[in-house]
Nanobody
Framework: VQLQACGGGLVQPGGSLRLSCAAT????????MGWFRQKQDEEREFVAV????????LYADSVKGRFTISGDRAKNTVSLQMNNLKPEDTAVYYC????????????????????WGRGTLVTVSS
């Protein structure tokens, strides 16, 4: 499975960005897609997760109410709409795919995702 994320850039505080992740090659093995981010000098952290088949989503508390994850199985694309961005959202954002089929708290761990794309940098600054 290959993942390609795009959509990062520079945005002012309070602004919005939409990240997209295209999945190719063997995507039938993947059931759950997640977004993670890594801030400078910090460990990678969970942002949001969704099942290709739909159903409940899960968000980190720090982004709840501001970010929305969505998926299009027909296009094998997962998006992350980020609104009301804050300087502390500045990070490299990664999309990831898992063969797990259930969304629970375990899916907030990066170790549950065997497939990763290259990151896309989001910078929130005035």
């Amino acid at each position: 499975v290959q993942l390609q994320a795009c959509g990062g850039g520079l945005v002012q505080p309070g602004g919005s960005l939409r990240l997209s992740c295209a999945a190719t090659g063997g995507t039938f093995n993947t059931a759950v897609m997640g977004w993670f981010r890594q801030k400078q000098d910090e460990e990678r952290e969970f942002v949001a997760v969704i099942r290709w088949a739909g159903g409940p989503t899960l968000y980190a508390d720090s982004v709840k109410g501001r970010f929305t994850i969505s998926g299009d199985r027909a296009k094998n694309t997962v998006s992350l709409q980020m609104n009301n961005l804050k300087p502390e959202d500045t990070a490299v954002y990664y999309c990831a795919a898992s063969t797990r089929r259930v969304i629970n708290s375990a899916m907030t761990s990066s170790s549950m995702y065997p497939y990763w794309g290259r990151g896309t940098l989001v910078t929130v600054s005035s």
